[in-house]
């Protein structure tokens, strides 16, 4: 079980099981939100996330498909804590994993969007599956994970 927080510490939650799934996301919209490369997301059942401490807010936000993805965030300091994207089930809850209090475990499952990937970042060849778009959960995910997700989206 893992525990996280904001920067400022009045938000805080614990997750009652790991990720489904760890996206690197080197997407262009990814970067520009985080200010860095690629973002770090866990994507887990949202009945797995407990808020333990001050309920964060939630932030609506455009796409880059166009669609609308909801950021939860703490009310005082504003760091994003999780999002769900609303054109997807909002059954599942994207964790960002920075926000761990013991980020020493986190490692990605899979590189996605990685056609817009920075050039100076080079992927370990024997890492984790790299795609320059999205991925099918089918073709990545564990039976098991994959039976999460698939239940998660009411499938």
């Given at each position: 079980?893992?525990?996280?927080?904001?920067?400022?510490?009045?938000?805080?939650?614990?997750?009652?099981?790991?990720p489904?799934?760890?996206?690197?996301?080197?997407?262009?919209w990814?970067?520009?939100?985080?200010?860095?490369?690629?973002?770090?997301?866990?994507?887990?059942?949202?009945?797995?996330?407990?808020?333990?401490?001050?309920?964060?807010?939630a932030?609506?936000?455009?796409?880059?498909?166009?669609?609308?993805?909801?950021?939860?965030?703490?009310?005082?300091?504003?760091?994003?804590?999780w999002?769900?994207?609303?054109?997807?089930?909002?059954?599942?809850?994207?964790?960002?994993?920075?926000?761990?209090?013991?980020?020493?475990?986190?490692?990605?499952?899979?590189?996605?969007?990685?056609?817009?990937?920075?050039?100076?970042?080079?992927?370990?060849?024997?890492?984790?599956?790299?795609?320059?778009?999205?991925?099918?959960?089918?073709?990545?995910?564990?039976?098991?994970?994959?039976?999460?997700?698939?239940?998660?989206i009411?499938?």
């Amino acid at each position: 079980m893992s525990t996280g927080r904001c920067t400022c510490d009045e938000t805080r939650f614990r997750l009652t099981a790991d990720p489904i799934i760890i996206h690197a996301c080197h997407c262009t919209w990814c970067q520009r939100e985080t200010g860095s490369a690629f973002a770090l997301n866990g994507v887990i059942e949202t009945d797995r996330i407990e808020v333990t401490r001050a309920a964060p807010v939630a932030v609506d936000l455009p796409t880059a498909s166009g669609g609308t993805q909801r950021v939860m965030r703490c009310a005082r300091c504003q760091v994003a804590l999780w999002s769900h994207y609303l054109g997807s089930s909002a059954a599942l809850a994207y964790v960002r994993m920075g926000t761990l209090d013991d980020t020493s475990r986190v490692v990605p499952s899979v590189h996605i969007f990685t056609a817009t990937k920075q050039n100076w970042l080079d992927l370990p060849a024997d890492g984790a599956p790299v795609f320059e778009e999205f991925y099918r959960p089918s073709a990545v995910l564990s039976p098991e994970r994959y039976a999460r997700f698939k239940a998660a989206i009411g499938r």
